[in-house]
């Protein structure tokens, strides 16, 4: 399998810009997405759009019954009636199961960046593979689920990409993804981003004592906290600056 | 009656921080307020320094006092929702066991449930003023979603379909089929689980109907307020998705958090220079968007703050900061005229 990068994170942090910079640095890559930004945010950065694989929750369904029941007409129909609708909403994580089952799927045929959720949404797809492989005494579903945990347990061709801001919040928030992620799957590789760190503390202008706090107090504060945070970062990225893709590890 | 303000907002734009200074303000007003979490993270409560586990006592609120206001705080906790219907209904172990894993793993099945509590706590009128802090907008939307569906959820759904099996022979048979061939995708253990499930939630039928009934009356009602919590940086897809849903129905107030507006820096060209007038470039632009999307709205705006440690007193700034901050130039020290000119 090529490699299947989530990249996830608190809200607001850059998960969408990191993606396409990670994506924008193998030329084969692909790329997905949990909610519509890839494309506006590609056209923000001004970067040469990438194909965007979507798939809606709706055909996930239809595939996944085509497959189990090995009749694609029975799918279909069964797509259109209301009491399996139900049915389906009373299936806890389905969806995340069977998303999660398609990057592989799509990972297959080449390296994937996923632009995935913020924390606990990205925590729920890991939660989903337990929770079937644990609830589900056997069936496609429980056959998916073994299949997505053995990837994962291997460890070889995933990766998580944790991208935070230099907040509070944002770090916390990061330390909570790697340590659930890891208390399910300890050997996967965790890469941690800083993003928008201010560099310079400006130190000349007469402000106001509220911009004087941000232009003088902020930056040094900033760097503290990263300090504090004691984990390696693998790439510090300063406020401003676009270029991730100039120092992406191999 | 009740008023009920939503704070709305993606990602990371400061919903929780808003969420709270609407609650100042609100009792800073002589309203009695309840902020009320819907968001699963609990961000509200670690910026008040409050615990995560919810009081024991029914009422489940916590008082707080910040910068000498005091509201009430509660978030939502589906085990009192279970609780409160087991007391009608006892629950099989395995009924319980299959609502911990829809607690834990479908979204949708905790809105229905966040929003029973909401739905209860507005009938019961305790409070002048309630905030709703909703999950981010991505999540959100699907909350909206269970708005609209729950009635549909629980009146043409599987769970009437049940409750008919039981008076309909027929009926029945047919609904044992379809689960017995459930056991194709999860199992037999699994599929039964889910069969006694959704008889033992039938049960409660009544309840989850007169609910999904006040809630659809309350979004769009003429007592509701509607904030969008935005920053200068936020993405046009948000004010899609709203639009889609509240445009032509709401007018809402659009709060602008860190915003840099009007804000004149002394001449140079610093890096923090650049940082300022691209939040003023993105921010005009963004009201042009929203302008676009929405016919009627309010504007307010927050300023770019010091922030990021998380800590009470910066929560007693937030909620007290207007964009006059700006205005207020320190004197200028080799003046002794004390002639404070603002810019």
């Known amino acids: 399998m090529n490699t299947l990068t989530l990249v996830t994170g608190k809200g607001g942090v850059g998960k969408t810009r990191t993606s396409l910079l990670l994506a924008e640095a193998d030329s084969r890559a692909c790329l997905t997405e949990t909610a519509p930004g890839l494309q506006e945010e590609a056209q923000n950065l001004g970067l040469k759009p990438k194909p965007i694989l979507r798939f809606e929750r709706s055909d996930l369904y239809e595939d996944f019954l085509a497959s189990a029941l090995k009749f694609p007409p029975l799918a279909k129909w069964l797509m259109k009636a209301p009491l399996f609708h139900s049915l389906l909403q009373l299936a806890p994580n389905l969806q995340e199961l069977l998303t999660f089952s398609k990057w592989l799927e799509l990972a297959e045929e080449q390296p994937l960046v996923v632009d995935a959720p913020a924390t606990g949404h990205f925590l729920a797809y890991f939660q989903a593979i337990h929770a079937a492989r644990n609830i589900f005494d056997g069936g496609t579903l429980k056959a998916l689920a073994d299949r997505a945990h053995k990837y994962l347990d291997s460890a070889e061709s995933i990766e998580i990409v944790i991208v935070a801001l230099p907040e509070h919040s944002a770090l916390e928030e990061m330390k909570q993804i790697e340590e659930g992620v890891l208390k399910l799957y300890p050997h996967l590789k965790i890469r941690r981003i800083l993003n928008r760190l201010h560099l310079k503390p400006e130190t000349t202008l007469a402000l106001p004592p509220n911009l004087k706090l941000l232009a003088e107090e902020r930056p040094k504060r900033e760097q503290q906290r990263a300090q504090d945070f004691n984990r390696p970062f693998e790439k510090v990225i300063a406020f401003g600056d676009r270029a991730l893709s100039k120092a992406s590890p191999s | ?343």
């Open chain 2, 1 to 343: 009656m009740t008023r009920v303000t939503f704070i709305w907002g993606p990602g990371g734009v400061g919903k929780s921080h808003v969420s709270v200074r609407r609650a100042f303000e609100s009792t800073n007003a002589q309203q009695t307020t309840l902020l009320m979490t819907l968001d699963p993270s609990l961000r509200v409560l670690d910026l008040l320094g409050l615990p995560h586990a919810s009081p024991e006592k029914d009422s489940n609120a916590v008082e707080v006092t910040l910068a000498k206001q005091t509201f009430h705080v509660r978030r939502v906790d589906v085990w009192k929702v279970f609780e409160q219907l087991e007391k009608r209904k006892p629950a099989s172990p395995r009924v319980r066991v299959f609502f911990e894993q829809m607690v834990r793993g479908m979204q949708e099945f905790r809105d229905y449930l966040s929003l029973l509590q909401l739905a209860d706590e507005v009938s019961r009128g305790r409070y002048q003023h309630i905030i709703v802090d909703t999950p981010p907008f991505q999540d959100a939307e699907g909350l909206h979603r269970s708005m609209t569906n729950l009635r549909d959820f629980f009146e043409k759904a599987l769970v009437q379909l049940a409750m008919k099996s039981t008076s309909m022979p027929w009926v029945q048979t047919t609904v044992k089929k379809i689960f017995d061939f459930t056991r194709v995708f999860v199992g037999k253990t699994a599929s039964a689980q889910v069969f006694e499930f959704i008889e033992w939630l039938s049960e409660h039928h009544e309840r989850f109907k007169s609910a999904a009934q006040t809630l659809e009356k309350l979004v769009f009602s003429e007592n509701s307020n509607h904030d969008f919590v935005v920053t200068p940086e936020s993405s046009r897809i948000f004010l899609e998705s709203t639009a889609h849903i509240f445009a032509d129905k709401i007018s809402p107030t659009f709060f602008v958090n860190r915003s840099a507006h009007g804000l004149v820096l002394p001449e140079g060209e610093s890096s923090f220079h650049r940082e300022i007038r691209m939040l003023q470039e993105r921010e005009l632009k963004l009201l042009k968007e929203i302008d676009h999307f929405y016919p009627k709205y309010h504007l307010e705006r927050i300023p770019i703050l010091f922030m990021g440690d998380d800590t009470i007193e910066e929560m007693e700034l937030f909620v007290q900061a207007s964009m006059a901050t700006y205005q207020e130039l320190p004197e200028p020290s080799s003046s002794l005229t004390g002639n404070k000119t603002p810019r």
